[in-house]
């Protein structure tokens, strides 16, 4: 048995809308065509597409758990039932009469009345009047380069839309966009008309695409702040040096230490995070890393150290 629209993204049928949000967000990092290493992902992602699509949407999610309830009774009311759902339809109507008394999906067509242009006949009927594209919204990795220049960005997205039938379907866009400097992490960026189609002509919805900022081994990003490990020899910590140092904004400066500083130490340079209109920022996390004693030379100079403290108990609580 395929899985529901709740089991794809890990839910169950309680699952509140924040927490909708949040397990497509976290399944469309693992599985977007564009960055995943998942043999199945392109697959996977359309799956969460249309799932997220659905459960986002109180009144499709409110359908969908009809259908659910009711397995029996809801093909013949769905609207995205296909041609089978007319099938079974017309052979009920004609005293269950098999599809060979009918030529093709042409003449089906006409015993529907003229005019019809899918599987939901009825329900375009019913929805004739123009309807504007649901809004659709993307998740977009760049790195952290980008918060302090900005870049343009090909990027292709895969928006869950209606065929002409009335069913769910996967469009596969490639936008060129341009993300401007000092975005703040989880800042959206609206693209006007890239969203969904609209219905009977309407207009189409907007794409609203949230930025965030790739962290690494030494730096993340919080808002607009930025933190970022800054490795220290054991004298430069403990003599409180002045050591140059590269920032994640691409600047060089000259940093003090605090004499007799210690891993974990905070030190802030103010307005040099992330340049939104109020700067953000930098917070350098002072990590103090010991050279390794591989030489003989360099042995002596460990015991020379260790005899200089005879009184230091790292252990002592």
Do not use: C
């Amino acid at each position: 048995m395929p899985k529901n629209h709740y089991e794809i993204l890990g839910l169950t049928r309680d699952a509140t809308a924040e927490q909708i949000k949040k397990a497509y967000r976290k399944l469309a990092r693992k599985y977007h065509p564009d960055v995943s290493k998942e043999p199945d992902a392109e697959a996977r992602m359309q799956e969460l597409n249309v799932a997220y699509d659905t459960l986002s949407n109180e009144t499709k999610k409110a359908e969908y758990d009809f259908e659910l309830d009711h397995p029996q009774g809801s093909q013949q009311f769905n609207p995205n039932a296909g041609f089978g759902g007319f099938e079974d339809a017309f052979r009920n109507a004609q005293g269950g009469q098999q599809a060979h008394d009918f030529s093709g999906f042409e003449d089906l067509f006409g015993r529907f009345g003229s005019g019809f242009g899918g599987s939901n006949y009825q329900y375009q009927r019913q929805n004739s009047t123009r309807h504007k594209g649901e809004d659709q919204h993307a998740r977009l990795e760049v790195d952290l380069e980008v918060g302090f220049h900005g870049t343009t960005q090909t990027i292709t997205l895969q928006i869950p839309t209606l065929n002409a039938y009335g069913e769910a379907e996967i469009q596969r866009k490639t936008l060129e966009v341009k993300i401007p400097k000092g975005m703040k992490e989880g800042q959206q960026i609206r693209l006007s008309g890239q969203g969904q189609s609209g219905i009977q002509g309407g207009e189409n919805g907007d794409l609203y695409i949230e930025i965030y900022y790739k962290d690494t081994e030494t730096t993340r990003i919080e808002g607009v702040d930025v933190y970022h490990q800054l490795n220290i020899s054991p004298w430069e910590a403990a003599l409180g040096q002045s050591i140059t140092a590269a920032l994640p904004n691409g600047r060089t400066l000259q940093i003090q230490i605090p004499k007799n500083a210690k891993t974990g130490q905070q030190l802030r340079l103010k307005d040099q995070g992330i340049p939104a209109k109020t700067a953000g920022h930098l917070y350098l996390i002072l990590n103090i890393v010991q050279p390794p004693a591989q030489s003989e030379q360099e042995q002596q100079a460990y015991q020379a150290f260790a005899e200089a403290f005879p009184h230091f108990k790292p252990r002592q609580s």
